[in-house]
């Protein structure tokens, strides 16, 4: 290879894009490229008229952009956060995810081999012209924008900024009778919790929340959000109302309030339990920010348990957390606000890992793409597990919320097209009147203001409450006269 030109396109335009072009041929769904493609072209022009040393240094700056770019918009995360989530390597399992080592040792390679070739190459670089290059640029630019534009990619925390702000709790209409209740609360975020576009699979999903033993019990309400940036944007989303990043709370001063704290001012203990290390994202410094009183991480849940779940974000299994989530809502210390992260779904997701129901591994699945079917199963048992803990018998009136963080940020193009563009699912159980009647619980154990709204206000206004200091089905008698009484989300309103 001595032609001039030909060497210019193969070390300025193939080389430097062999890996992404590689990557999307095998089925890899690759965010849009353009600014890279176009600065390895620039790079590869600085090699013939610019000192070797700034030249390298600009390739390899377009390098350093490229993969923090791509792993940015894959994982809807900004390129200042990719950068900050370095120091937390050393506690991700790398080498459990072939994909992950096989992808960055082939930009490694790739890249040593180009920087080589465009230094020793230099001289016939120099010659070329550049028309027939400069022809393919356009034409690369033009397949890369018709290839890789895809609205999955659009949906980190950068995006956000001018959208109208929505969460889980505000959606569901938890937030506002939270506020004006003292009940249980147990809010779970599940990883890659995205919202299938298939309504059949997605009812799968939400089977085990349409139990009739727990419809009896609980009013369900399922739906979606929007989501922008990755797990920590999806905390701060649902626990603050905010799309500020974590490390604004980390600021002496910070000024947002967060639920748990505002629960902390009326009264409630508040939990938070993550099956991964404490250290990871700085969970440990920041919680107690939001209001957490009590943290629960591996550090403390690994010596209780018989085994670890998990690939590259190794930890406690959710299934085992679960039953220490179930214990803390149970332990009768007053209105109780515990919060759960779950970890297990991490993508790449180990296989045969939960109970098999979904046929993963035949043709004929109810999930078509692997990652996607074994995500399934674990998050049907964390649901079973969910369902189980919220008929327990001796729990007492909690409201429960289920949403997803974020859309798994799958490698695979089709599998990511199962899932709707900057979505999650969420499902709420709030306890209904006659449940909360029903339980036949000591009146010491009931908090009253939470079994009695007195409507007076009008419709669709806020209704005040009234504490009643005697059992739950003393309630009843003491109803004025004309008044009805009708069971609905909120326990029991009593109206004229």
């Not at 890249?111 to 010659?127: D, G, N, S, Y």
């Not at 397949?143 to 659009?154: A, E, F, V």
Request: some cysteine; glycine content about 6%.
């Amino acid at each position: 290879m001595s032609h001039p030109s030909v060497v210019f396109v193969f070390v300025g335009l193939i080389l430097p894009n062999l890996v992404p072009t590689i990557a999307m041929i095998t089925g890899v769904g690759v965010p849009v490229r353009t600014a890279a493609i176009l600065g390895y072209f620039l790079a590869a022009l600085l090699f013939r008229i610019a000192p070797v040393v700034i030249a390298s240094c600009v390739f390899l700056g377009v390098l350093a952009y490229d993969v923090v770019n791509m792993i940015a918009l894959m994982f809807s995360l900004s390129p200042l956060e990719i950068l900050g989530a370095l120091r937390y390597a050393a506690e991700v399992r790398f080498y459990a995810a072939p994909a992950y080592l096989v992808s960055g040792l082939s930009f490694i390679a790739v890249a040593a081999v180009t920087i080589t070739l465009l230094i020793r190459r230099r001289p016939l670089l120099k010659q070329a012209r550049l028309r027939m290059p400069l022809l393919l640029l356009a034409a690369t630019v033009g397949l890369d924008l018709w290839l890789t534009h895809s609205p999955y990619y659009s949906f980190s925390a950068a995006y956000a900024h001018g959208k109208p702000f929505r969460s889980a709790l505000l959606d569901s209409g938890l937030e506002p009778r939270l506020e004006q209740t003292r009940i249980n609360f147990l809010m779970v975020m599940v990883e890659g919790l995205g919202r299938l576009v298939d309504n059949r699979q997605q009812e799968l999903l939400m089977a085990p929340f349409r139990d009739p033993a727990l419809m009896e019990r609980y009013e369900l309400r399922v739906g979606t959000t929007e989501y922008f940036g990755s797990t920590t944007s999806a905390e701060m989303r649902e626990l603050c109302a905010s799309r500020a990043p974590y490390t604004e709370l980390t600021v002496e001063g910070a000024l947002i309030d967060c639920l748990p704290a505002r629960l902390v001012r009326r009264g409630f203990t508040t939990t938070a339990f993550n099956a991964f290390t404490g250290s990871m994202f700085d969970l440990e410094s920041w919680y107690p920010r939001v209001g957490f009183q009590r943290m629960t991480f591996a550090e403390q849940l690994l010596p209780k348990m018989t085994r670890t779940c998990g690939a590259v974000f190794r930890g406690a299994c959710d299934v085992d957390v679960a039953n220490e989530v179930g214990r803390a809502l149970s332990a009768g210390e007053g209105p109780h606000l515990v919060y759960w992260l779950t970890l297990n779904t991490h993508l790449p997701v180990p296989s045969n890992v939960a109970k098999p129901r979904y046929h993963c591994n035949s043709p004929a699945a109810d999930y078509p793409d692997p990652q996607v079917c074994w995500m399934a199963e674990i998050w049907t048992d964390l649901f079973e597990q969910l369902a189980q803990i919220a008929q327990a018998p001796d729990l007492p009136p909690t409201a429960i919320l289920i949403v997803g963080d974020h859309a798994p940020p799958l490698w695979s193009r089709e599998g990511r097209k199962l899932f709707r563009p900057g979505e999650v699912t969420w499902a709420s159980l709030w306890p209904r009147a006659t449940a909360l009647l029903g339980q036949g619980r000591p009146a010491a154990t009931y908090d009253h203001e939470a079994l009695l709204t007195m409507q007076h206000s009008p419709a669709g206004a806020a209704a005040p409450l009234y504490t009643y200091p005697y059992p739950p089905m003393a309630l009843l008698p003491r109803l004025h006269v004309g008044h009805l009484l009708t069971a609905d989300m909120v326990g029991i309103r009593a109206q004229r």
